[in-house]
C-alpha cells in the first residue's frame, strides 16, 4: 500500500501584504461587530488533555508484570507513564479551550490570506522572507492574521486581537473511555498511548523543506489530514514506555457549544473569517492532541439565527426587531479556498489509495519528498514536472499514457453548471487528457488548458469540462 506522510503543507506565496492595525473602535461605518454562535462537531475521536494534574500509570507486560525500562538513564526503573483526562474547569464541566479554537481557525485564516507564519518554527530555511515570524513587529505594518488574531512581540509590540474565542462546553454527547477500535491493552484497561515524536522534525529536509530541498524555502504551512470516523492506531502497552496515555475522549457525533465575539472587522476581513471558521461541507478543522494519528478531526457550524452581526453603522438599532442576517451571504465560496488548502482539509482523504500514517519505523523515516497528495516521491521536483513514461520494458510506442485507470469513480457525477460537463479522467498524456462523460463517450482535452496543479490530475477523478478546451479537477 502507499505510504501517505500525516501532514502536507500548503504552499507560501510572495509576501505577505501587511497594513495599519486598525484599532478597536466599533463605531466605524461599514465595519462588522458582534457574536456568532457556534457548534462544533466531532467527526472522530477528539481529546483536548487537562495538562495540570496526570497521574502516574505503571504499564504492564504481556505476562501480566509491571514493566520497566530497559535502556536509557532509567534502565532498571519502573515503567510508569503520565495518564490524562479530558479538560474540565473547576465545575468539572467538560470543555475545548477558547484558545485552543482560535489557533485551530487562525492558520486556516493564515492560509487563506496568505500571512505570516507566526507560530510555525523556520530554522533552518533561509527563505522564509516575508513570512518570518518576527516579521509582524510593527503596528503599523502587520499582515491579515496578525491584524485579525492579534499578536505580541516582547516589550515592543501589543496588538490586541479583535475575535474573541469563548471556551466550548459540551452540550451533546458523552466522554468515552472506550478505545475507538475493540483492541485493548493487555492489562484491560481500555487507555490509549499515544507515542511521543521525535522525528521528524523542522529541520528534517526532506519534508520540511520544499520539494525536499536542503538550505532552500520551506515547504508552507503544515496542515494534518484526517483519517475518518475510526482512525486505526494501537500502540502496545509493551510498547508504550515513551508514550503518554489518556483515559477518555469525545467520540464521533458529541457536540461543543461556544461564541466568538467580532470587533470591528471590514468587509473582506470578515468574509474570510466566517470563510475560516465555517469551513464549506466536505472539509473540517483539528483541534488536540493527537493529530498526526488522526484524532482531533470536527467541523463547526454557525448558528444565524442565534448570532448577532451589526455594522458600525447600525449598532443601535433594536436586533430583535428585524433580525438581519444578511451578513451570511458574506461567506465566500469554496473554490475561493487555496487548491492545496482544501486538499490537507477535505474529510474523504481517507478514500485515497494508501495509507494515512507515519512508516512504521520512525528511524527510517523515508528520506524523499512529499508529493502533493502526501506521499513520499522522488517525482515532486517541479509541479510542472512530467514523468517520462518507461519504455524500455515493454517496447510500446512512446505515446503511451503517464497514467491511466479502467473504472470509472465509485462517487456519483458531480453537479454542475448549465455550460459545463462532469467527465472522469481515464487517460494522462504529456499533453492530453482523455475523460469519459457521463455517456460513456470520450473526450480529449488539452493538458495545459487544465486548471489547478498538476498533481491534482488524477485518473479515475471526476472533472468539469467547459469551453472547448478548460478542465478542472472536481475536489470534495
Ligand atoms: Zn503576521
Known amino acids: 500500500m502507499t505510504q501517505i506522510n500525516p501532514y502536507n503543507f500548503v504552499p507560501l506565496k510572495s509576501g505577505p501584504d501587511r497594513f495599519e492595525y486598525p484599532g478597536r473602535l466599533k463605531f466605524h461605518e461599514d465595519r462588522y461587530n458582534g457574536m ?11 481529546i483536548s ?7 502516574l500509570y505503571q504499564l504492564i507486560g504481556n505476562n501480566g508484570k509491571p514493566l520497566k525500562f530497559t535502556s536509557g538513564a532509567k ?4 515503567c510508569k507513564v503520565d495518564c490524562f483526562k479530558f479538560l474540565r474547569n473547576s465545575r468539572g ?8 479554537l482560535k489557533g485551530m481557525v487562525r492558520s486556516v485564516y493564515e492560509a487563506i490570506t496568505n ?4 507560530l510555525a518554527s523556520t530554522i533552518g530555511y533561509n527563505d522564509v522572507g516575508g513570512h518570518k515570524n518576527t516579521e509582524c513587529n510593527d ?6 492574521a496578525c491584524r485579525l488574531f492579534g499578536t505580541i512581540d516582547g516589550d515592543k509590540l501589543h496588538c490586541q486581537g479583535r475575535v474573541v474565542f469563548i471556551d466550548a462546553f459540551l452540550v451533546e454527547g458523552n466522554l468515552t473511555p472506550e478505545p475507538p477500535i475493540s483492541n485493548r491493552s493487555p492489562s484491560g484497561k481500555p487507555f490509549h498511548f499515544l507515542k511521543v515524536l521525535s522525528s521528524p522534525q523542522s529541520r528534517h529536509h526532506s519534508t520540511y523543506g520544499k520539494n525536499g530541498q536542503r538550505n532552500g524555502p520551506i515547504a508552507g504551512r503544515k496542515f494534518y489530514y484526517h483519517h475518518g470516523k475510526v482512525p486505526k492506531f494501537f500502540v502496545n502497552e509493551r510498547e508504550a514506555c515513551r508514550s503518554i496515555a489518556i483515559e477518555e475522549f469525545a467520540p464521533l457525533g458529541t457536540m461543543f457549544e461556544f461564541e466568538v465575539y467580532v470587533e470591528n472587522l471590514d468587509k473582506e476581513e470578515f468574509e474570510n473569517f466566517i470563510l475560516a471558521l465555517e469551513l464549506h461541507e466536505g472539509l473540517g478543522h483539528k483541534i488536540g492532541l493527537g493529530k498526526a494519528i488522526g484524532l482531533g478531526s470536527c467541523c463547526i457550524t454557525v448558528d444565524r439565527d442565534q448570532s448577532t452581526i451589526t455594522k458600525g453603522s447600525g449598532r443601535y438599532q433594536d436586533w430583535n426587531f428585524m433580525k438581519d442576517t444578511t451578513w451570511y451571504s458574506l461567506k465566500k465560496d469554496k473554490e475561493e479556498l487555496p487548491y492545496a488548502l482544501i486538499e490537507v482539509l477535505r474529510l474523504n482523504k481517507e478514500d485515497d489509495d494508501g495509507v494515512i500514517g507515519y512508516p512504521t519505523n520512525f528511524m527510517n523515516y523515508p528520506n524523499q519528498p512529499i508529493d502533493a497528495r502526501g506521499v513520499f516521491s522522488e517525482d515532486t521536483k517541479a509541479d510542472e514536472q512530467v514523468p517520462q513514461p518507461n519504455t524500455a520494458n515493454t517496447g510500446e510506442r512512446l505515446r503511451c499514457p503517464i497514467a491511466v485507470a479502467t473504472e470509472p469513480p465509485k462517487e456519483p457525477a458531480p453537479k454542475v453548471g448549465q455550460d459545463q460537463e462532469a467527465a472522469w479522467l481515464k487517460e494522462i498524456y504529456d499533453n492530453e487528457l ?15 488548458a487544465c486548471q489547478g496543479k498538476k498533481k491534482l490530475q488524477e485518473v479515475g477523478k471526476w472533472f468539469v469540462l467547459w469551453g472547448t478546451t478548460a478542465s478542472r479537477r472536481v475536489l470534495y
Do not use: M, W, Y
Open 115 to 118: 500571512s505570516c507564519l507566526k
Open 139 to 144: 503596528l503599523h505594518n502587520l499582515c491579515s
Open 36 to 46: 456568532l454562535k457556534c457548534t462544533l462537531k466531532a467527526l472522530g475521536p477528539l
Open 75 to 78: 534502565r532498571g526503573d519502573l
Open 49 to 55: 488533555i487537562d495538562q495540570r494534574n496526570p497521574r
Open 93 to 100: 464541566q467538560i470543555f475545548l479551550q477558547g484558545t485552543s
Open 434 to 448: 482523455v475523460f469519459v462523460d457521463t455517456q460513456d463517450k470520450e473526450i480529449v482535452r488539452p493538458r495545459q
